[in-house]
Structures are given as C-alpha cells and as structure tokens.
C-alpha cells in the first residue's frame, strides 16, 4: 500500500524532548510511454495512474482520452515506482513525435515542473484559448478555500503538501488531489478528470494551494478549466499566459473574501460579493 505520509523522530524546541513527527512522503515516479521512460517526477505517492495521466495530457502527448489505452504500475520494475501509459493501437504511431517533444531526460524537481522542457512556445501550441463566459460569484469565491481545506486529509497529517481542488459553477467540490508537488497535484487533478470521462464536460474552478507559475496556467487550460484560483500569488508569466489563453486568474483569494484579479474579470460576478 502506498503511504503520503511517514513518521520520523524529531527534537522539539524549546523543551528539547525527542517526539514522533508526521512527513509528507516523496519518492520518485518514473512516467513511461508503451514501454518506454519519458519523465522521472519526485511526488507523494498515490492516485500515480491519475499523475501519469494528467502528465501525458498537460504537456501534450495525448489529446483525446480514447489514444489512452490503459495506464497501469509496471509490475516488472525492479524498484517499483514506475507507472507504463500504453497508448491506444492506432495512434501510437501518430503519436510518436508528440511523446519525442515532450520527452525530458532530466527528472523534475519537486517544486518546478518545467525543468527540461526544450520550449515553452510548444506547450503554447498545444492550449486553445477559452471563448465562453462561464461565471462564479465573488461571494461563493471565498468559500472555496475552506472546502478545500477540509478534504486535505493528507495535509491536516504533515502540513507539507500542496492541493489541487476542482469546484463547480456552484462551487461544490468535485473532486481533490495532494501532492509534495504543485504540478503534480494540478496533474493528479487533471488525471482523474481524464480517466473518469469528466475533462471538458463542463466549465468549472481550479484552486490551487500555492501559488502559480506559468507551467500551472497550461495545464488548467489543458484541462479546460478556464478560471485559477489561488491562494498564493501569481508569477509575471503567469498572468500573461492567462490573458493569452482567455482565462480568468484569481491570486490571494482568502476565505474572508479578499483576492486579486490578475486576468479576464468578466467571470467573477463582482455585484454579489456581499
């Protein structure tokens, strides 16, 4: 059974007594295509089918859920950690320059998910800008960050992992992953959604727990969630990609009804913020 947290012994200050502390595991995950390695991610274990997914589908090596076959741990692994993402017969081959571009020879650090790729105008390619107006109220906004909260068990364990929450137009919670990895929660997040037939069915939220990076952008707009909410602050790049990309980036959103509107305000109904 995989565990997203581990007990280590620590000396506690200023009583210096020795006591048990709850750590948020990491390990490597090797991400392979049909057999062969295409990226090493450091990540929490757990849903590593859903991060391998949503990896292949953010950085662009499938488009469709139907070119994935299956995606399944790789039981011959001598060291375990290794996820195979086998792709459907007839476009495997079809496929094959899109999973060279994507290919990374240097594994990801935990913290940045963009080392190693070779062009950020090929994932600029790979992102169709948002055209609807789909729309949330300012005052539902801030409640979003306390349902996140309540669903990241892991988190309440350690306090060392990062969230990645998909809320409805209601702002119901549909569905939340953790990882030590901004990227790879979005990815987890992303996975799922993929696997589960849901991507693209309809327009929802994205709250992410730090902040946000342009790889973080991209792989909202892959999923086709045109609204990012976060609770951290965005990056330069960040905010220019999301006006690239028609989308709606919403950064310092606080549950006492504070946040920023970094791109496209025309989502957020702003009349109702109570």
């Not at 390695?37 to 859903?50: F, I, K, N, S």
């Not at 062009?119 to 306390?146: D, H, N, T, W």
């Not at 030590?180 to 997040?189: E, F, I, M, Q, Y």
């Not at 037939?197 to 045109?226: C, D, H, M, T």
């Amino acid at each position: 059974m995989q565990l997203s947290a581990s007990i280590r012994t620590v000396r506690r200050f200023p009583d210096r007594q020795s006591a048990d502390d709850v750590l948020a595991v990491e390990e490597p995950l090797e991400i392979r295509i049909d057999g062969d390695p295409l990226a090493v991610t450091m990540r929490t274990p757990g849903h590593d089918e859903d991060l391998a997914a949503g990896f292949c589908w953010t950085e662009g090596v499938v488009d469709h859920p139907d070119q994935i076959e299956r995606v399944s741990p790789c039981t011959q692994a001598q060291f375990g950690n290794v996820v195979d993402v086998i792709l459907a017969d007839d476009v495997r081959q079809s496929r094959s320059r899109h999973v060279d571009a994507a290919r990374r020879e240097l594994y990801m650090s935990s913290s940045c998910g963009l080392c190693g790729t070779s062009s950020i105008e090929r994932i600029r390619k790979r992102v169709q800008p948002f055209q609807g107006k789909f729309s949330i109220a300012a005052s539902m906004l801030k409640e979003l960050p306390m349902k996140m909260q309540a669903g990241q068990h892991a988190f309440a364990l350690t306090g060392g992992l990062h969230a990645a929450a998909w809320f409805s137009e209601e702002g119901e919670l549909q569905l939340l992953r953790e990882d030590v990895g901004r990227h790879n929660a979005v990815d987890k997040l992303a996975g799922a959604m993929l696997l589960s037939g849901q991507l693209a069915e309809r327009p929802g939220v994205l709250l992410v727990s730090g902040r946000v990076s342009f790889e973080l952008i991209q792989k909202a707009a892959r999923a086709r969630l045109p609204i990012l909410a976060a609770m951290g602050a965005p990056t330069t790049l960040a905010v220019d990609a999301a006006r690239e990309f028609g989308m709606t980036l919403i950064g310092f959103l606080k549950p006492d009804g504070r946040f920023n509107i970094y791109a496209d305000s025309g989502r957020v109904g702003i009349n109702d913020a109570g």
